[in-house]
């Protein structure tokens, strides 16, 4: 368990899951955490790296950082976003090994499993198949940083620890039009098209892949969870267990934007992964189950949109 005042360092205390850690442990009274920004500590850099853990001697660390993006993202910066995330979790890992860190959590995403898994997605079925294309180069270097974990701690005898959340949405998203995720693309297509009387929006695909979300303050509770009462070198499923189409999913942000007009569908754009729901018993079985129902997420989400103008890049 770790203390009150134990030395905390959250990487990617910016981003929407970091900056969700933050306030998860602001709110459970932990007083002692530590951040940087990237302007302050480039962590593709080792060097730099190495010397913030020699200086700072975090106890625990919550590995956040990642460069993220959709599949315009993904397909369009296939070498960048391995690259980038390949090196600065083996920064932090590394690091974080060498100086001494009593426990390290690192944050992946569920696009590590296989695209044709059997659903719900056992943590079992990692590498049990071939990857989605759309985002496979952002699918091999997380799988490298949760295998690096298992691999410290089969080596060396570490406590790093791995969970691998499924799509997340909530306070802090991107709302950028081309380089976000399906939901908040979704809430600034929709919000734009009511703000502008159109009488129409046009979304990617055919709307029949099934995808499960997870309010990211959820997960942040989930990790602070994990931290305090989980050891192993398997990987965390994060998740609902629970999955809707994006048909149901562009409707019910149209309900909560209030959006009345007609949801067209481009189907010469990809679809993507047919199915990823995840299975969640695992999470379940250690005492933890989500809170936040998915119109109530959502309703909080765009709150957030109206309220950020500048991260929503109106």
């Known amino acids: 368990m770790m203390e009150e005042n134990a030395k905390i ?26 951040t940087r920004t990237h302007t302050e500590l480039d962590l593709c850099r080792q ?23 959709g599949i315009i993202a993904n397909e369009s ?74 691999f410290l701690n089969r080596q060396y005898g570490t406590d790093f620890i791995s969970v691998m959340p499924t799509n997340l949405y909530g306070p802090n998203d991107n709302y950028h039009p081309t380089h976000s995720h399906v939901l908040p693309a ?22 029949s892949p099934l995808r499960e979300f997870l ?22 499923n994060a998740g609902t267990g629970k999955e809707l189409s994006i048909k149901e999913l562009t409707e019910l942000v149209a ?17 993507g992964t047919p199915r990823k729901l995840l299975d969640v018993s695992k999470a379940e079985d250690l005492g933890w189950t989500y809170k936040t129902e998915l119109e109530d997420g959502i309703k909080l989400s765009y709150e957030d949109f109206l309220n950020n103008p500048t991260r929503a890049g109106r």
Not at 96 to 113: D, H, V
Not at 137 to 149: D, N, Q, T, W
Not at 186 to 207: F, P, Y
Request: with cysteine; aromatic share 10%; hydrophobic share 40%.
């Open 77 to 150: 910066a296939l070498a960048d976003f391995m690259y980038d995330n390949m090196i600065l979790e083996m920064n932090v890992i590394n690091s974080a090994w060498k100086s001494g860190c009593k426990k390290l959590e690192f944050l992946g995403s569920s696009c590590i499993y296989p695209r044709m898994a059997p659903q719900p997605m056992k943590e079992s079925y990692l590498l049990t198949g071939e990857l989605e294309k759309t985002n496979e180069a952002y699918a091999l270097a997380k799988i490298s940083g949760l295998k690096y974990c298992e």
């Open 186 to 207: 979704l809430i600034r297509r929709i919000h734009e098209a009511k703000e502008n009387g159109l009488g129409s929006v046009t979304c990617w695909g055919d709307g």
């Open 9 to 34: 360092y959250v990487a990617g205390h910016r981003g929407m899951v970091g900056s969700a850690i933050v306030r998860e442990l602001e709110k459970q009274g932990y007083n002692n955490i530590i």
């Open 215 to 236: 309010y990211v303050d959820d997960l942040a509770n989930l990790c602070v969870f994990l931290m305090n009462n989980y050891s192993g070198n398997e990987t965390v």
């Open 255 to 271: 309900k909560v934007i209030g959006y009345t007009g007609e949801i067209l569908w481009d189907t010469s754009k990809p679809n």
């Open 47 to 69: 060097d730099a790296v190495e010397k913030f853990f020699e200086a700072e001697k975090p106890e625990y660390v919550f590995l956040a950082a990642a460069k993220v993006g």
